[in-house]
T-cell receptor
């Protein structure tokens, strides 16, 4: 049974700092991995999707990497800003209709 | 572009009352549709998914049910709410193993 873990559960950093969020999964037979952002009381917004054949994806100040064999993904945020404050969730799918989500990392960027 | 609507945004219901949450999608046809529940401090739990009209798969036993009467309409229901049904309900759509797009969510409080 696939399980997704995100560490740390919460993180507070000063503005401008580069930071890394971690996601690990127990079954390496995944189809893709996605990172989402969730603002308080809102739905999820997709940030990056990495196919199982890819090693990384970049969008602006965000870079997500995938090491399928070790069951790990990281989301790198460069030059963090207060507007980056949110909960970040990762999710994996084995290619069926089912997506398994982690519990998220709550990020606070201090001005 | 794709848009996903959910209503109501917030709902307070007494224990034992019925429930009906609606989700509609625009800008796509024959989407896979999903209902998730997010309890405080926990990840997203997949409740139901649907790959077509009248086709519903349930992920966890519970007193909730789902229906898909039209291609782009997904309804979550209960005949008698329990306290444990409180949470944040999210509707999403997505293709097979591709990015999921989420609605704004419905916050349900059962008293």
């Amino acid at each position: 049974k696939q399980e997704v873990t995100q560490i740390p559960a919460a993180l507070s950093v000063p503005e401008g700092e580069n930071l890394v969020l971690n996601c690990s999964f127990t079954d390496s037979a995944i189809y893709n991995l996605q990172w989402f952002r969730q603002d308080p009381g809102k739905g999820l917004t997709s940030l990056l999707l990495i196919q199982s054949s890819q090693r990384e994806q970049t969008s602006g100040r965000l870079n997500a990497s995938l090491d399928k064999s070790s069951g790990r993904s990281t989301l790198y945020i460069a030059a963090s800003q207060p507007g980056d404050s949110a909960t970040y969730l990762c999710a994996v799918t084995s290619g069926t209709y089912k997506y398994i989500f982690g519990t998220g990392t709550r990020l606070k960027v201090l001005a | 572009s794709q848009t996903i609507h959910q209503w109501p945004a917030t709902l307070v219901q007494p224990v034992g009352s019925p429930l009906s949450l609606e989700c509609t999608v625009e800008g796509t046809s024959n989407p896979n549709l999903y209902w998730y529940r997010q309890a405080a401090g926990r990840g997203l739990q997949l409740l139901f998914y649907s790959v077509g009209i009248g086709q519903i798969s349930s992920e966890v036993p519970q007193n909730l049910s789902a229906s898909r009467p039209q291609d782009r309409q997904f309804i979550l229901s209960s005949k008698k709410l329990l306290l444990s049904d409180s949470g944040f309900y999210l509707c999403a759509w997505g293709g097979n193993g591709e990015t999921q797009y989420f609605g704004p969510g419905t916050r349900l409080l059962v008293l």
